[in-house]
């Protein structure tokens, strides 16, 4: 997981980073979508006034080629509209103005219709993300960081904050089904698990069952499905 010295780095790193860079972060920290969906947002993918993020494709690096493309994401439950917060969408506003102005002065622009592009309006490939941060992290003596890092952090904030139920946070990440959910992130739930138990032991028996269920810990699960 982020730490939250990480977290908070990366939030309040106004005026450091340039605006492309912060606003991926934003949406990785606040969304939990993977590294090749966020690359492959559009402008029209983001509802400024209703603030939505609707995510309808991705990109990935064909090492065969050497070219970035654009694909459909990794399911068919990967299509989604995600709810932004008013700080993220405000990141993104200011990003907007920065890309407009990169656009405007740039001598050569290929219109890719993306968010996040290079200089000269091109893709950027989604392992971008995972050199910037590395270079972040040491600039800021940071431990090593990563996209999936961010996504699983928001995974198990979001469960083990006992105000999402497993199938909203399972449509939020994209996964096929909410059982996909449930087997990555079991060490999420079964500390969820053990702290309803404890509440049911202190409502039906009283204060002398309070310690009955133990709080279960356990390593981080395996990536079952990656990203």
């Excluded at 622009?109 to 993306?114: I, K, R």
């Excluded at 009955?212 to 990536?223: E, G, I, V």
Aim: hydrophobic fraction near 35%; glycine fraction near 4%.
């Amino acid at each position: 997981l982020l730490s939250r010295r990480q977290r908070q780095m990366c939030i309040r790193d106004r005026g450091k980073t340039s605006r492309k860079w912060q606003a991926v972060m934003y949406l990785l920290i606040f969304t939990g979508a993977r590294r090749g969906e966020i690359m492959g947002l559009s402008w029209d993918s983001i509802d400024f006034n209703k603030g939505l993020m609707t995510i309808k494709q991705a990109t990935s690096y064909s090492y065969e080629r050497k070219e970035v493309y654009i694909h459909t994401p990794k399911t068919k439950q990967s299509i989604r509209t995600i709810m932004l917060s008013t700080r993220v969408i405000n990141i993104l506003r200011e990003y907007k103005k920065e890309y407009l102005q990169i656009k405007s002065k740039a001598t050569k622009w290929v219109d890719a219709g993306l968010l996040f592009v290079q200089p000269d309006g091109q893709p950027i490939s989604p392992g971008a993300i995972d050199d910037w941060m590395q270079s972040f992290a040491q600039r800021n003596e940071l431990a090593h960081m990563n996209p999936h890092k961010f996504r699983h952090s928001a995974a198990t904030n979001m469960l083990q904050s006992n105000q999402i139920d497993l199938k909203s946070a399972s449509v939020m990440l994209g996964h096929s089904t909410p059982s996909v959910t449930a087997n990555i992130y079991a060490h999420a739930l079964k500390d969820n698990n053990a702290k309803a138990c404890g509440v049911l032991a202190n409502v039906y028996a009283g204060e002398e069952n309070k310690n009955d269920c133990l709080l279960y810990t356990s390593p981080s699960p395996r990536d079952t499905e990656r990203s």
